[in-house]
């Protein structure tokens, strides 16, 4: 399946049952008050390059900030988790609730939650060092969440084997990952846009966990082409 056509499936499948979408959303919204809380109201909705695209962390003292991200990549692992669970019983069943989803992710919450801390301290250190490494850590990991609901493996061993899909694969997952990073810009264009007030903050922070949740699913969906090739 080509990349486009991988793109177009993620939103159709969201289309069928947009509850796939509500973990994220939720998640994004309580982990950017949450950075509100910790760093202080004034900081979410001032300043240019004062707020991430994922989750609608807020600026402050860097290893504030550092820590917000990481407790972000935490439970955005868990929502994942959820993302791809709901996805599966959507194509199995044609609908699904966020009960499934919960229960599932749940039962490989150790997981989820270890390989989401673990990728979360590597990006953080990636983007520390000129921000390429970061962004090359996010992608040859993109499959981990995935694979760790798919075929319940360690956090570990999903790491692994998320590398070893993508480097078999580089000039495909390349392309799928580029086509993220560029909806990702949308997401941030549209978070600068309504930052202007507490109302636009947390537009801005749905638009982040509908972006996360969609990443979710074109992961699962690429992951089910490429994952029986390797």
Same mark, same amino acid.
């Given at each position: 399946?080509?990349?486009? !056509?991988?793109?177009?499936? $993620?939103?159709?499948?969201?289309?069928?049952?947009?509850?796939?979408?509500?973990? &994220?959303?939720?998640?994004?919204?309580?982990?950017?008050?949450?950075?509100?809380?910790?760093? $202080?109201?004034?900081?979410?909705?001032?300043?240019?390059?004062?707020?991430?695209?994922?989750?609608?962390?807020?600026?402050?003292?860097?290893?504030?900030?550092?820590?917000?991200?990481?407790?972000?990549?935490?439970?955005? &692992?868990?929502?994942? $988790?959820?993302?791809?669970?709901?996805?599966?019983?959507?194509?199995?069943?044609? !609908?699904?609730?966020?009960?499934?989803?919960?229960?599932?992710?749940?039962? !490989?919450? @150790?997981?989820?939650?270890?390989?989401?801390?673990?990728?979360?301290?590597?990006?953080?250190?990636?983007?520390?060092?000129?921000?390429?490494? @970061?962004?090359?850590?996010?992608?040859?990991?993109?499959?981990?969440?995935?694979?760790?609901?798919?075929?319940?493996?360690?956090?570990?061993?999903?790491?692994?084997?998320?590398?070893?899909?993508? !480097?078999?694969?580089?000039?495909?997952?390349?392309?799928?990952?580029?086509?993220?990073?560029?909806?990702?810009?949308?997401?941030?264009?549209?978070?600068?846009?309504?930052?202007?007030?507490?109302?636009?903050?947390?537009? @801005?922070?749905?638009?982040?966990?509908?972006?996360?949740?969609?990443?979710?699913?074109?992961?699962?969906?690429?992951?089910?082409?490429?994952?029986?090739?390797?």
């Amino acid at each position: 399946m080509s990349v486009g !056509r991988i793109l177009k499936k $993620g939103l159709e499948i969201i289309r069928k049952d947009p509850v796939i979408i509500a973990p &994220s959303i939720l998640v994004s919204i309580a982990s950017g008050l949450l950075s509100v809380l910790v760093i $202080g109201g004034h900081a979410a909705i001032t300043g240019p390059g004062e707020m991430d695209e994922i989750g609608g962390r807020v600026a402050g003292p860097m290893y504030v900030k550092s820590f917000m991200a990481i407790v972000g990549w935490i439970l955005h &692992s868990f929502a994942q $988790g959820m993302v791809v669970s709901m996805v599966v019983e959507v194509e199995d069943k044609g !609908r699904t609730s966020l009960g499934h989803g919960f229960s599932s992710a749940k039962k !490989r919450a @150790g997981s989820l939650l270890f390989a989401g801390f673990a990728v979360g301290i590597l990006i953080m250190i990636g983007f520390m060092l000129f921000f390429i490494p @970061g962004i090359l850590v996010a992608y040859i990991f993109l499959f981990t969440f995935v694979i760790i609901m798919l075929e319940e493996s360690s956090p570990i061993d999903a790491m692994k084997r998320s590398v070893q899909v993508v !480097r078999s694969n580089l000039s495909y997952t390349f392309a799928l990952f580029a086509s993220i990073i560029g909806v990702g810009l949308l997401a941030v264009v549209v978070n600068i846009l309504f930052r202007v007030s507490i109302i636009g903050l947390l537009v @801005g922070m749905a638009v982040s966990g509908v972006y996360m949740a969609y990443t979710g699913v074109v992961a699962l969906k690429a992951y089910q082409e490429l994952g029986k090739k390797v």
